[in-house]
């Protein structure tokens, strides 16, 4: 086997393709760097903007002072006790309307997010009338709204409860939540027949908007002009609309679901980021650096077919193509996915892919002519080329289907492979190489070759 020519030409090509592995992975490292700079863009705008949002509230928050009686060493001694009573709301219901705005920094875009927001929150009176013993004194009563970066907080309305108007200060004032909205709750309101509150603001953000749906029954309906929302969370809506156009979405939850009743309780420190929310991304569609990094893993199938098909060319045909030459060539394929990373930046993916091809397929049926010299074989495999891009193409746009169109992909060329060298000796052409040994390759030494 080792004297077999056909066995060391099998191998060189092996080894062609085992050394084009080493630009293909210096390629990907290079996807990998344009990807980290277009994420920086994203951090960036984060950092002049505000991040991700999480709105928690409204909530009533009163403070309480409790005094206790214990003993110690056989004498009564009072003990004072100082903390935060939460009320949470019955009803709570956010409407909200998004604007998604793209921002570019140099050749890359992110972008940021406006939603105008109304909040409607009915609270239980019975509970705010009847949850204090003697021996406790409460504070002023203030209704709370928490954001996740208060820099996003735009134009913010009055607090309206019971049909009057209040003013909204800064600043959560919550233990562990600084960043929000605050207002003073009258003590009387305490004690009307129902207590409703409703107010309104702007909010900015990037990425991520989450509602935590405090209400025992909370309902939270979005609408934006993003055609390529993410509703991955804690909770999917219960319908959602997505169009070219933007999408519409309405979650709803209650505490038979999220429990979140149990999650505030006296003296408590929040952390909203543990509370379960509804939440919807801004979410990048599949960008030409995820598509150009999918397209390199297919590099090698691309690759492997255009040398099986220069093979099948020799065996059938008796041309003979050099390693150099096939090296070449599949160089030339691997600066189509470089041609293809650079365009995408400034034209998108689907015409970069097109240029690339064309370039691509133009260059190697020009190289292909001078060694074939045959312009018909070298249209054959430059439209052979083409075809295979066409295919690679649509195996990145069906994703759910790639396995599938690969494999028939495959099978048909092994098919091909398969029928057009039905009829070869494949140990005739390890024989000629013991033809040679015996002494006619003195009359004609070119005859039996197989690489130039």
């Given at each position: 086997m080792l004297k077999s020519a056909l066995f060391w030409k099998v191998m060189t090509l092996l080894g062609c393709m085992l050394l084009l592995l080493i630009p293909l992975s210096m390629l990907s490292s290079l996807i990998d760097e344009r990807s980290s700079y277009r994420d920086d863009v994203e951090q960036s705008l984060r950092q002049s903007t505000s991040g991700p949002q999480t709105i928690t509230g409204p909530l009533i928050a009163i403070p309480i002072t409790e005094m206790t009686t214990v003993m110690e060493d056989n004498k009564e001694v009072k003990k004072e006790r100082r903390f935060i009573r939460y009320y949470l709301p019955e009803n709570l219901s956010i409407v909200g309307k998004q604007n998604v705005e793209p921002r570019h920094i140099g050749i890359y875009e992110g972008q940021i997010w406006r939603t105008a927001i109304t909040l409607d929150a009915t609270f239980n009176r019975q509970q705010l009338n009847n949850d204090f013993s003697g021996n406790t004194q409460i504070g002023t009563p203030y209704v709370v709204l928490a954001v996740g970066d208060s820099r996003g907080i735009g134009k913010v309305g009055e607090l309206d409860i019971n049909g009057k108007s209040y003013p909204i200060e800064p600043g959560s004032h919550l233990?562990?939540?600084?960043?929000?909205?605050?207002a003073i709750l009258p003590a009387e309101h305490l004690q009307d027949e129902k207590l409703t509150l409703r107010f309104s603001l702007d909010l900015m953000g990037t990425k991520q908007l989450a509602v935590v749906p405090l209400g025992r029954n909370s309902q939270f309906s979005?609408?934006?002009?993003?055609?390529?929302?993410?509703?991955?969370?804690?909770?999917?809506?219960?319908?959602?609309?997505?169009?070219?156009?933007?999408?519409?979405a309405n979650w709803q939850s209650t505490w038979f679901a999220n429990n979140l009743n149990t999650s505030f309780y006296d003296g408590q420190i929040m952390d909203v980021d543990r509370l379960p929310a509804f939440s919807v991304t801004v979410a990048n569609p599949v960008d030409q650096y995820q598509l150009t990094d999918r397209a390199v893993k297919y590099a090698i199938l691309l690759i492997g077919l255009t040398f099986m098909s220069f093979f099948l060319l020799e065996t059938l045909t008796g041309l003979?193509?050099?390693?150099?030459?096939?090296?070449?060539?599949?160089?030339?394929?691997?600066?189509?996915y470089l041609v293809l990373l650079a365009v995408s930046e400034h034209i998108g993916f689907n015409g970069a892919w097109l240029l690339a091809s064309l370039i691509c397929a133009g260059i190697n049926g020009f190289y292909l002519k001078a060694i074939l010299n045959s312009w018909k074989t070298s249209l054959m495999f430059t439209t052979g080329?083409?075809?295979?891009?066409?295919?690679?193409?649509?195996?990145?746009?069906?994703?759910?289907?790639?396995?599938?169109?690969?494999?028939?992909?495959?099978?048909v060329a092994l098919s091909a492979i398969m029928m057009l060298t039905?009829?070869?000796?494949?140990?005739?052409?390890?024989?000629?190489?013991?033809?040679?040994?015996?002494?006619d390759a003195q009359k004609d030494p070119d005859r039996f070759r197989l690489w130039k």
């Open positions: 233990p562990g939540v600084e960043q929000g909205l605050h979005l609408t934006s002009n993003w055609p390529h929302p993410s509703f991955i969370g804690d909770f999917l809506p219960q319908q959602r609309t997505v169009t070219e156009s933007g999408f519409t003979r193509v050099h390693p150099m030459q096939y090296l070449l060539v599949g160089l030339s394929l691997v600066m189509f080329l083409l075809t295979l891009d066409a295919v690679l193409w649509q195996l990145l746009q069906s994703e759910d289907s790639a396995l599938l169109l690969g494999t028939g992909v495959l099978f039905r009829h070869t000796d494949w140990y005739g052409m390890s024989k000629k190489v013991q033809i040679l040994e015996t002494g």
